[in-house]
């Protein structure tokens, strides 16, 4: 991690890194954050989960420090309570439902600590409720929501047809107007548990967020698999090669205890 520096702070990812491929957090990962406390060094996560899918971290991790949610786009305390949230404009979100549902996709918006859908039962519902651990909020239409709407997500069974959404989307959304962005699209596409590997999504948040690796220039789909410890980058062994390319150092695997071996190899020393 090159020059030997005071390391006061330590941000990870969740999905990816902090927590392996089943979603479980580790005891050697939890131990590994309980010597970060002893060692006076806080620690910190962010994730494009909604804050209220982490929130059976929160007392595992032993959080003390803001919770980011949506890769930034909304932050909160510990109970839930926001702090700060960033929101599409609401003219933007409405053109953005209406371009999903013209693509025959579902559509999901997440706002505040909400998860709001229109069909129960719909595609990536139970993978996403299994993931986050709680269940979405079944509204009749999202009309009376879009004033704080903190992501939209366009979900399909379908590959090419997110694939031709998100390229509109793209046309529509992600060039300046008035000198400013209006909104940044992040391809987020699962072909694994999708049918016949065809699936995926994307999601409309509001521009101008910082990702974690804002300060590398790195594509939003790839701002993942990373520990910040106050400048210096860690990729874990399942990061993309541009990830590592970019990282530090790089440790094992999220499924080989790649989170706690980082800490315990290059953060940890650094205290003595």
């Given at each position: 991690?090159?020059?030997?520096?005071?390391?006061?702070?330590?941000?990870?990812?969740?999905?990816?890194?902090?927590?392996?491929?089943?979603?479980?957090?580790?005891?050697?990962?939890?131990?590994?954050?309980?010597?970060?406390?002893?060692?006076?060094?806080?620690?910190?996560?962010?994730?494009?989960?909604?804050?209220?899918?982490?929130?059976?971290?929160?007392?595992?991790?032993?959080?003390?420090?803001?919770?980011?949610?949506?890769?930034?786009?909304?932050?909160?305390?510990?109970?839930?309570?926001?702090?700060?949230?960033?929101?599409?404009?609401?003219?933007?979100?409405?053109?953005?439902?209406?371009?999903?549902?013209?693509?025959?996709?579902?559509?999901?918006?997440?706002?505040?600590?909400?998860?709001?859908?229109?069909?129960?039962?719909?595609?990536?519902?139970?993978?996403?409720?299994?993931?986050?651990?709680?269940?979405?909020?079944?509204?009749?239409?999202?009309?009376?929501?879009?004033?704080?709407?903190?992501?939209?997500?366009?979900?399909?069974?379908?590959?090419?047809?997110?694939?031709?959404?998100?390229?509109?989307?793209?046309?529509?959304?992600?060039?300046?107007?008035?000198?400013?962005?209006?909104?940044?699209?992040?391809?987020?596409?699962?072909?694994?548990?999708?049918?016949?590997?065809?699936?995926?999504?994307?999601?409309?948040?509001?521009?101008?967020r910082a990702g974690r690796g804002d300060r590398n220039h790195r594509r939003p789909a790839e701002r993942c698999a990373d520990v910040q410890a106050i400048g210096a980058h860690i990729a874990v062994g399942n990061a993309s090669d541009q990830v590592?390319?970019?990282?530090?150092?790089?440790?094992?695997?999220?499924?080989?205890?790649?989170?706690?071996?980082?800490?315990?190899?290059?953060?940890?020393?650094?205290?003595?």
């Open positions: 991690m090159g020059e030997r520096r005071k390391i006061s702070l330590v941000a990870a990812d969740v999905d990816g890194t902090l927590v392996t491929e089943q979603k479980v957090l580790t005891q050697r990962a939890q131990a590994a954050v309980q010597a970060l406390h002893r060692a006076g060094i806080r620690f910190a996560i962010t994730s494009g989960r909604p804050p209220r899918g982490m929130a059976t971290l929160f007392d595992a991790l032993g959080l003390d420090t803001p919770i980011a949610g949506f890769n930034g786009g909304l932050f909160v305390r510990r109970d839930l309570s926001i702090v700060e949230q960033k929101t599409v404009e609401p003219d933007i979100a409405r053109q953005a439902l209406a371009l999903i549902r013209e693509h025959g996709l579902d559509a999901w918006i997440y706002s505040g600590n909400d998860w709001l859908i229109t069909k129960p039962g719909a595609p990536h519902v139970a993978r996403e409720a299994w993931t986050v651990k709680f269940e979405p909020k079944v509204v009749a239409d999202f009309d009376d929501r879009l004033d704080s709407v903190a992501k939209i997500v366009g979900v399909s069974d379908h590959l090419d047809r997110v694939r031709r959404c998100e390229a509109d989307a793209q046309a529509a959304f992600g060039s300046a107007r008035d000198g400013k962005p209006v909104a940044a699209l992040l391809p987020r596409r699962h072909p694994q548990g999708c049918e016949q590997g065809r699936g995926g999504r994307f999601s409309v948040r509001p521009p101008g590592k390319s970019q990282a530090d150092v790089t440790t094992d695997s999220y499924n080989d205890e790649g989170f706690a071996k980082a800490i315990e190899r290059f953060v940890l020393p650094s205290v003595g």
